[in-house]
């Protein structure tokens, strides 16, 4: 009968465990849930962004829904997506069915998002993502637009126009190095992770650097994502002799790339996406190698809008870190207490036909939606920005008067000074 | 190209050698296969990390420290949860996996999911025939060949040696000729832990330090003892440089295809093992017929 | 109505000769019962999930223990069977528009297939080579996935399959009897003739060979019935989740199913069921006990593998046939099995002192 005693056990121990985590008499307060890998620096990102909005919002009364205001309750979601995506989906239906969370904020890894957002779509709740990247997750908004309209994207801007920025910075850098180094033709070497929301950046800049900016493609290198030695690639970038070194890395490549690149002192300008370099972690990780790397970026502090200041130092000051963009779930909860506030319910379908009309300046700039639900991107909405590691502090660089644009607190670009030393010798 | 190949790989192999080369031992002699081996490994690279970092300790002082540490919780680990199992090789198996995924979930607790650093011993690098190569690589190069003689003269000339070949030849018979086997393997076992934890002092400033940087290395680990030969230290040797050459091979001849290193080394590994099925310097124990 | 009564007579008499007589057979009824009644219950869309989950998670280790515990061939990247068919079954559904009852079966085909391909190599490896080697094949296929990602989708996966079946329930329904179909298939292809041989080779397989069996033959049909199992798991994740992506192919998974298979019990098919049946809930249930917990997955994990390890510590057999053990005595004489408390064998009445 022992057998039986222990099914019975386990299965009292379910019952009393799901029974204990009922929600608790009226849901007075408005549940947001945080998803997001919460021991990772994204999650991170995701849970600080989050709870320093709530606190804010909550010291002031709350959110006006009607006419009583209600405060924000975070649920906090563990989802473990780094390493199982079961464990994820199981976290986000649980904060849907049994804490019966109004709003869902944050995901990062797009292989998660894309079944979380299923079971957000499945429970018809409004979901911001700020994480993912991938035009997919939007585009499925135009397709099955019942279904999917639930779906937004705060932050990143999308890999589409990651790869526009990704250009101008290169055409940006390259301009510098012409200049100061008087080089003719700007040699280039491509180096992207090998996954799928690289591809397009490769494939375009193939084609687009020796035809319409005037540079000479020298190589593509695809590196894996969690590759952990890139001497080998580096090597053959110095045989190439490039003079720009065009990152797309999302994953842990990045950071030993731009450590190995730095160790090597390779006279090359490392430019473009490393999302490793956005974090502050990254100048201790790499123990100052990664001095010069430059990437698209979200934050820094530099005056993108009035808002961004005060941000980024109130979260440094809370968090002893800098923000990155999983913390954009800080003007998610803003933009979602503006559309509540302005419908004046909770109700999902009206706080979406709310949502679409948002207009709101944020932290990262104006935040209007477009019709895949994905943040518009350009001059006078969100750019992004690019920033450069400088002395151990991260650097806003760019926009640097393009489009008129120009973000006070900027400084210019800085060339290495191996890289002058190496092409000035070359001569 | 060519010159810049055979760097690479001389390099890359040698870091692998050095791991590769305590795992083999413990798998020789006690027959374990040790998964928490490169978990082991993560522990010293995140003790010197204290070490440093937090303490403010000198970095050689901190890795004698993090050696001898991880020495003891091996040695630990091994007396309470692989020693009662032994005669269950499905159980050890498990028993070594559950350890190292207890290891992670350790560090994953205290330090997160961050990507940690440590400085390297020596800064800088050295020009080899126009091949920039970072001290600390040739240090790893250079300690794997003394390593290697090390281990050979270790198992060659003294007593402990000499038991633990004989218990590797035929465990039984040493155990009749009134040989202590549980302590060898205990030995052995210290040894190996050792090695890990030299490794990981000396590969700790070429990678990042985060919690689950014990899975690729014990990928690559494997592949390595399989294609030396289970248990025998020279295959394991020329196996980690056969891998190290693949690696650095596919990076110079197919730039497009570099994420395709692991997959290509661990297809040679198949290829061999389809032509030699015991390995490179496969020893065949006494109870596979 | 006499032939009614007789079947049911019929039905009694072996329940209570066969199915009462043993409390291991008593608590497989009861499972089934207990697993079937579930949505009576509740239809808490997050319990079904993770009770579904269970179901594929239990055929997988099932087959796993087909392959290494009954056959000896340690298989260590099972998740390779289980990947491949989730990616043709997506592959099926999402650029053939099949139904999940075809694309599934036939995305098992594709483990059958992933089963030969892995199978013919290992031929010739033994013991631990054939357990290193076998990790290296879904290794090299997460290669692959990446290198054509106009196929694979690459790191995305293929996402939008078609659902299982129109509801929550029914697709409970659908998995709950497929573990029980299934693992009852399994345990009674280890009964038969197959099953007799396939674990001779496990004990000794130069025995076999000299007994004039073809050992090659009934190692490769291991390996496909094993993929064929885990095969179909594969297939109803990737439809329940209506992706399948690089993630089913990863190295955690492949020694999750040893460590529930392990856990549960190797050879005995009920084992790594019930393994799972125990460890998967067992995780969610310590994700909602310890849900302010500040590293939540890490401490579950570290709980997890603590569990493992002290059960091993003192089961090393597993916990199925440990329990097993405690509540049945074989007979010495006609080696049937009796329940603890009788003093005579059932059938021949021997005593069993």
């Given at each position: 009968m022992k057998t039986l005693k222990l099914f019975g056990l386990v299965f009292a121990a379910l019952v009393l465990s799901f029974a204990l985590c009922l929600p608790a008499g009226a849901a007075a307060p408005i549940k947001i849930g945080v998803l997001g890998p919460m021991s990772f620096t994204q999650g991170e990102g995701h849970w600080n962004g989050a709870s320093m909005a709530a606190d804010e919002i909550n010291k002031a009364g709350g959110i006006k829904v009607g006419k009583e205001m209600r405060p924000i309750e975070l649920v906090k979601v563990d989802t473990n997506e780094f390493l199982s995506i079961p464990d994820a989906t199981n976290a986000a239906e649980l904060a849907v069915?049994?804490?019966?969370?109004?709003f869902l904020v944050g995901g990062f890894r797009t292989e998660a998002v894309l079944v979380m957002q299923d079971i957000a779509m499945d429970a018809k709740k409004v979901f911001i993502g700020c994480g993912a990247a991938h035009p997919a997750l939007c585009t499925k908004v135009t397709k099955d637009y019942d279904r999917y309209k639930y779906w937004f994207r705060l932050?990143?801007?999308n890999s589409k126009f990651l790869g526009k920025v990704d250009f101008i910075l290169l055409g940006t850098v390259a301009h510098i190095m012409k200049k100061t180094l008087g080089i003719k033709k700007i040699k280039v070497a491509v180096v992207a992770e090998k996954a799928a929301w690289a591809d397009p950046i490769v494939n375009i800049s193939k084609k687009?650097?020796?035809?319409?900016?005037?540079?000479?493609?020298?190589g593509v290198w695809r590196p894996s994502p969690?590759?952990?030695?890139?001497t080998a690639e580096l090597s053959a970038i110095q045989r190439a002799g490039a003079h720009i070194v065009f990152t797309t890395f999302s994953s842990s490549v990045g950071l030993t790339f731009a450590k190995q690149m730095g160790e090597l002192k390779v006279p090359a300008a490392a430019v473009g996406i490393n999302?490793?370099?956005?974090?502050?972690?990254f100048w201790g990780a790499t123990g100052g190698k990664g001095e010069y790397a430059e990437t698209i970026n979200?934050?820094?502090?530099?005056?993108?809008?009035?808002k961004t200041i005060p941000f980024y130092d109130k979260y440094v000051k809370l968090y002893k870190q800098a923000p990155n963009y999983t913390a954009g779930t800080y003007d998610a909860l803003y933009i979602l207490k503006e559309a509540v506030e302005r419908v004046g319910t909770v109700d999902s379908d009206k706080v979406v036909s709310a949502l679409e009309k948002t207009d709101y300046i944020d932290t990262a700039g104006r935040v209007v939606f477009d019709k895949s639900h994905d943040v518009t991107w350009g001059p006078n909405y969100v750019t992004s920005i690019g920033t450069q590691w400088q002395d151990g502090e991260m650097k806003c660089?760019?926009?640097?008067?393009?489009q008129k644009v120009f973000y006070k607190g900027t400084v210019p670009y800085k060339l290495a000074p191996w890289i002058i030393d190496y092409w000035k010798n070359k001569k | 190209m060519l010159l810049d190949i055979i760097i690479d790989g001389l390099i890359k192999g040698s870091v692998y050698a050095l791991l590769a080369i305590g795992f083999s031992l413990v798998l020789g002699v006690a027959?374990?296969?040790?998964?928490a081996h490169t978990a082991l490994y993560m522990t010293a690279a995140y003790l010197i990390y204290m070490g440093t970092k937090?303490?403010?300790?000198?970095a050689p002082v901190a890795m004698l420290a993090s050696i001898v540490l991880t020495v003891i919780l091996g040695l630990l680990i091994y007396n309470f949860f692989i020693r009662p199992i032994q005669e269950h090789e499905a159980a050890v198996l498990i028993a070594t996996i559950a350890v190292a995924m207890m290891i992670q979930e350790v560090f994953l607790m205290t330090f997160g999911g961050h990507y940690l650093g440590v400085s390297p011993l020596v800064e800088g690098y050295a020009t080899i025939m126009g091949v920039k190569v970072t001290y600390q690589h040739l240090l790893a190069l250079g300690l794997a060949l003394v390593i290697l003689v090390g281990v050979r003269l270790f198992l060659l000339k003294t007593r402990l040696g000499l038991a633990i070949r004989s218990t590797a030849q035929d465990r039984e018979v040493a155990n009749l000729m009134g040989m202590n086997v549980t302590r060898v393997a205990m030995g052995t076992m210290g040894v190996s832990v050792g090695l890990a934890a030299i490794t990981g002092a000396i590969v700790v400033p070429l990678v990042t330090v985060e919690p689950t940087m014990w899975m690729h290395p014990l990928i690559m680990m494997l592949a390595i003892v399989v294609l030396g030969g289970l248990g025998s230290i020279e295959g394991s040797f020329v196996g980690a440089y056969i891998l190290g050459f693949a690696e650095s091979l596919v990076v110079f001849l197919l730039p497009m295809g570099a994420f395709l290193k692991d997959s290509v080394a661990l297809s040679i590994m198949i290829l061999v093992l389809l032509i030699r099925p015991d390995g490179l310097f496969g020893v065949s124990f006494e109870e596979e017929r | 109505m006499g032939l009614v009564s007789a079947y049911f007579r019929r039905g009694w008499t072996i329940l209570r000769s066969?199915?009462?007589?043993l409390p291991s057979r008593l608590a497989v009824l009861l499972f089934i019962i207990a697993l079937m009644a579930v949505p009576l219950f509740t239809q808490d869309y997050y319990i079904l999930r993770i009770l579904i989950l269970t179901c594929i998670f239990a055929i997988f280790a099932a087959s796993w223990d087909l392959l290494s515990?009954?056959?000896?061939?340690?298989?260590?990247?099972?998740?390779l069977f289980f990947g491949v068919a989730a990616y043709v079954t997506a592959l099926l559904n999402l650029d053939?528009?099949?139904p999940p009852y075809l694309s599934i079966p036939l995305g098992a085909v594709g483990g059958v297939l992933a089963g030969l391909v892995v199978g013919i190599p290992c031929l010739r490896l033994r013991g631990s080579y054939l357990a290193l080697t076998t990790l290296a094949f879904p290794i090299i296929l997460t290669g692959l996935v990446f290198a054509m990602p106009d196929i694979?989708?690459?790191?995305?996966?293929?996402?939008?399959?078609?659902?299982?079946?129109?509801?929550r329930v029914m697709d409970y329904y659908l998995c709950s009897s497929l573990v029980v179909i299934l693992g009852f298939a399994m345990w009674k292809i280890t009964d038969s003739k197959t099953g007799i041989i396939l674990h001779a080779i496990r004990e000794d397989e130069v025995a076999v060979r000299s007994s004039g069996i073809n050992t090659i033959r009934y190692k490769l049909l291991a390996f496909c019935m094993s993929g064929f199992f885990a095969g179909i798991a594969g297939g109803l994740y990737a439809h329940f989740m209506r992706l399948a992506g690089p993630s089913t192919l990863e190295v955690s998974l492949s020694f999750q199913v040893i460590i529930w298979s392990v856990f549960g019990?190797?050879?005995?098919?009920y084992g790594p069921i019930a393994g799972v049946f125990i460890l998967n809930p067992l995780m969610e249930v310590l994700r909602v006990a310890l849900g302010?917990?500040?590293?939540l997955p890490e401490i579950r994990m570290f709980i997890f593998a603590g569990l493992v390890l002290v059960t091993l510590l003192f089961m090393p057999e597993g916990l199925i046939p440990w329990v097993r053990d405690k509540l049945e005595n074989e007979c010495p004489r006609c080696k049937l099995r009796n329940v603890f408390i009788r003093q005579r064998c059932r059938v021949c009445d021997t005593s069993l002192s």
């Open positions: 069915r049994r804490h019966k969370v109004d932050t990143p801007i687009l650097l020796p035809a319409k900016m005037g540079m000479e493609v020298v969690v590759a952990k030695d890139c999302v490793e370099s956005q974090k502050s972690g979200t934050y820094a502090r530099v005056e993108i809008t009035p660089v760019w926009p640097y008067h393009w | 027959r374990i296969i040790n998964i937090l303490m403010g300790l000198p | 066969e199915v009462l007589v515990g009954f056959t000896g061939q340690m298989n260590f990247g099972h998740a053939l528009g099949f694979t989708g690459g790191e995305l996966g293929l996402s939008g399959l078609s659902r299982l079946t129109g509801s019990g190797m050879v005995s098919i302010n917990f500040p590293s």
